[in-house]
């Protein structure tokens, strides 16, 4: 470009410089037709190279060097030439309406689609994807995490009902009639019990006692006195133990109708446990002050500080962010791709953002265009002014050179012929 500006200048003084040479030359000749028809067009094409140099010097600096007025017009206007070229910009050429008109034409989610998977199987990618989830893992604080997962816990529970959570415990325990079970469990448990000679000895001396104890009037009174002194504890112990072992052994048989009825009691109990509304308060306080009096946090904190050491080594393992991220993140973009309503909110999303963002900051592109500005001197300015469009303001002097030579030629061929 400094070359083109300097042949241009060179062409422009070799221009002037021929037309003052060429006057010079001519006047010893204008007697003659000939001569006096070459200075005619030097003289004019001197005049008009020297006019245009004026007026093209002029609009940049004082010719010469003299403040002539009305010279050095680009300098002494600079703000109304900013203002200018700033409002130009704003409200002719980048307008809010022109930017906002170009942008929505454009498929910004798609094009963004289109980036990313191109990008997913990048080596470059991979390993940002790990770095972030790296960095994202270890930002977490476990310590600040865990009062708020508590929190959250024990309001969870206190929300519960115990009666109805009880209550669905129970009836998921009936349909597989597991109080069969625990009943048969009973029974054997106390069979087991029952046999041993010291439950004997121990039923023996409870009967005695109960009878010794027993008040009664009359005859029943010496009856019972009489019994009780003609009996010993070890001969009630070796009538109940058989008498209560016979009786386990005979509800612990799937068709005894005792057993039956002792179960379809039980069953009824059970089933409405949550309509008994003294054990759903009692259940519910016991609940509520279990919550109350339980401190987590600690415990809390130690598995999150295990669950983040484990998810920093897996972010570390390619094999996993390739198997699972990845995928995970392909198959999201791929859902994405193929639902046109989603692709429609996200693409009305994008522009909604971008067009609020050009609307907030359109007139920064004008402060950043007199930003620039501001920071040369005038010197710069010109000179770069001077470099963009000087080769065509340096084609004027020659043109002017020129054109005032013909000018000239044509003037001088009329006052002869006149």
Partial sequence: ??????????????????????????????????????????????????????????????????????????????????????????????????????????????????????????????????????????????????????????????????????????????????????????????????????????????AKQLLDNTEADGFIKMALQSFSNFISEEKLGNILQPFFLKRIILLQEADNPYRHLILNRIRTELENVQDRENLAVELNEWKDNMVDSWSPADQITNILGQVQKKLLLLSQDEEFVDEYVISFIRDLIERTKNDPEKMSSIERWLQLQISTLIESNHSRIGNLVKENLDKLDNETLIDMMENNVGKELQWIRVNGAICGFLIGLVLTTFKALI
């Fill in 1 to 206: 470009m400094e070359k083109k500006e300097k042949k241009s200048k060179y062409f422009a003084k070799i221009s002037l410089g021929v037309m003052g040479a060429g006057f010079l030359g001519s006047i010893p000749f204008q007697d003659s037709f000939v001569g006096e028809l070459m200075q005619g067009g030097f003289e004019a094409g001197l005049v008009g190279g020297l006019a245009d140099w004026f007026a093209v010097t002029a609009l940049f600096r004082h010719p010469l060097g003299i403040p002539i007025p009305h010279t050095a017009l680009l300098p002494k206007n600079r703000d109304r030439m900013m203002k200018a070229i700033v409002s130009m910009l704003e409200n002719d050429w980048l307008t809010k309406e022109s930017i906002q008109g170009k942008i929505q034409q454009i498929q910004i989610t798609e094009k963004l689609i289109q980036m990313a998977e191109k990008e997913l199987d990048s080596d470059t990618f991979h390993k940002a994807v790990g770095n972030f989830l790296n960095q994202a893992i270890r930002y977490i604080q476990p310590e600040k995490l865990a009062p708020y997962i508590e929190k959250e816990l024990k309001a969870y529970l206190r929300s519960l009902d115990a009666a109805g959570f009880l209550q669905s415990l129970i009836n998921k325990a009936l349909d597989r009639n597991l109080q069969d079970r625990a009943f048969d469990y009973i029974l054997a448990e106390t069979e087991k019990w029952m046999v041993k000679e010291d439950t004997k000895r121990k039923i023996g001396k409870i």
